[in-house]
């Protein structure tokens, strides 16, 4: 594929549902390059209008829960109720490791060849290596290519949870049986934004503990203020790998789309998130604008010399910084 | 205590040890007000000489660990070895919630009456209240003031962990024992920051119970690569109600704060610390100075209602209000 397409071409390549399209699409509004800046607003602006229609899951999981195997039989299930199914994932790496936790492309082996899915492998690398994670505009291209439900996973480490909650419609939680395991990470954070809860893994001799996971769970959702006033955070069991509880699930996801529909709760939160995303667009054009501007750049390498050597304090110096973008700008 | 005191004034005051200044400091560092903001700066500057002296040490654990006794007993304990301490918390309280989780003024009552501690009570409401969590900036207050032991303790919800870390030298981790306890919590992300790991409520029946959680944990910070070359992280067993073992935690702290000086990690580690507040003073003036301008304030509710309605796209809002702010200050 010619590497100078423009926006218009991709945006229409993107409606007919072409995956090279679509990757290339994403691939563009991931572009930290200043140069594809303009065309990725474009490209954003021409999907947009055909956005919207998918249900948003945002699914979270430590590592070991089995959650690609269980994103895969959700996947087939929805596909078979006439579904178009999209996974997106949120990678928030490590703090300090740089690798990715999530595994590789060849995960969901099932899901990835079958024509109604498609699965965006994580961006390989750190976020500094030239390329963000725009999870949020890929699933508007998903959608604009036809895809009506977008699956965001992520490993729920740090913020990456709120990430996917600021992003989605209604937030699942798998949890492991087995009342020995303390990496489970069932934390405030979680209890109080879950909407539906998945106790996986359970099956054959771990269903006891599994339904004493469930029965915790529950008292934990339980201790925690409700989030929503028409939905009441609920815990189901699952068997990812032998395909038990998926029906049940999926289900109950469908009835989430549609007592928040009914209750106008989909649309209010959506309109929140659109204001976030004004908010973090403006955020992130001023602090771009501040690092790329010549002055600064001139500046700054001496300046942080300062700051380590203890000869300005780091606030004075910031002050510095900011006087000479201001001067440069004025 | 007059209102109108000079900034010299207040400095004066902290370097003398007097908790009205030292309170008066913070709060002007805290404060959001236009107003404050030069008198703020002016202090920080004042005191930052004098500031650098303490070890400073982040404490996290969910609630129900036992933190505050913990605190109180090590802290007691410290102030028997010479030490002055100082208690300081970030408090994320809940993203929805509202309310402090970290309790009362009245937690700590020993500590908190004893000469050679100050306790800071957590600002009570929410950041939007005019109150910012100026936690670093309360450290330095306390450094100047004398404190040679600074507790910043966090119930560890979201990034507040990274938070702590990422403004002391130490980070202990306060754990549960009892398998059972699956809302423990034990993440990825504290596993990989944690310098020393206490399980508390090691007592009486517990006591087998927290020999295992001890074995867990150590198995668990094993699968992290490790975080320094010259520090491996430990585990300790304590019962913060019956004064079991705070004595050889005191001590593992005081060793790793002088493995961590010899290997001049301590000194690189605020080196870097010090970077961070400079770009964070810099983010924070870009995003304050947008939002703090005339033409923007004119124009944000009529572009809020338009996104919220659909009438024009988050991104092209955002476009719209950079370019409005721009336009003013060309």
């Known amino acids: 594929m010619n590497k100078r397409v423009s926006p218009e071409q991709i945006a229409e390549g993107i409606r007919s549902g072409n995956r090279r399209f679509i990757a290339k699409g994403i691939t563009l509004l991931e572009s930290l390059l200043p140069a594809d800046k303009d065309n990725a607003e474009k490209l954003l602006e021409l999907i947009l209008p055909y956005t919207g229609n998918a249900l948003r899951l945002g699914i979270t999981g430590v590592p070991g829960v089995g959650k690609s ?24 790496s490590s703090a300090r490791g740089g ?4 595994g590789d492309k060849t995960r969901m082996v099932h899901l990835a ?30 959608e604009a290519a036809g895809f009506d439900l977008i699956i965001v996973e992520t490993v729920g480490v740090g913020q990456s949870d709120v990430l996917v909650d600021s992003m989605t419609d209604c937030f699942m939680a798998l949890m492991l049986p087995g009342a020995g395991d303390e990496l489970q990470g069932i934390k405030r954070g979680i209890m109080e934004m879950g909407d539906i809860f998945v106790v996986n893994k359970a099956d054959g001799e771990r269903m006891q503990q599994a339904r004493i996971a469930k029965m915790q769970i ?13 939905w009441a955070a609920q815990t189901l069991l699952c068997s990812a790998l032998e395909k038990q509880g998926i029906e049940e699930i999926y289900t109950l996801c469908m009835e989430f789309y549609c007592t928040a529909s009914e209750n106008n709760a989909l649309q209010a ?14 955020r992130n054009h001023l602090i771009t604008a501040f690092f790329e501007n010549e002055n600064v750049q001139q500046h700054i390498t001496a300046i942080t010399a300062d700051v380590q050597a203890h000869r ?16 440069d700008r004025a």
Chains 1, 2 share one sequence.
């Open 69 to 92: 195997t269980f994103i895969e039989n959700f996947g087939l299930h929805a596909i078979e109720q006439g579904r178009k199914v999209a996974v997106l994932a949120i990678d928030p």
């Open 99 to 102: 690798g990715s936790i999530l």
């Open 113 to 142: 060849t079958d024509p109604a899915a498609y699965i965006r492998p994580t961006p390989s690398g750190s976020m500094s290596g030239g390329v963000a994670f725009a999870t949020r505009e890929a699933i508007f291209v998903c």
């Open 218 to 230: 529950q008292q934990g959702v339980h201790l925690m203020s409700p989030k929503r006033t028409w």
């Open 269 to 282: 939160k959506r309109r929140e998130q659109a204001l976030l995303w004004m908010e973090s667009y403006i």
């Open 312 to 327: 300005i304090s780091p606030m004075a110096a910031g002050r510095k910084m900011l006087s000479i973008y201001l001067t």
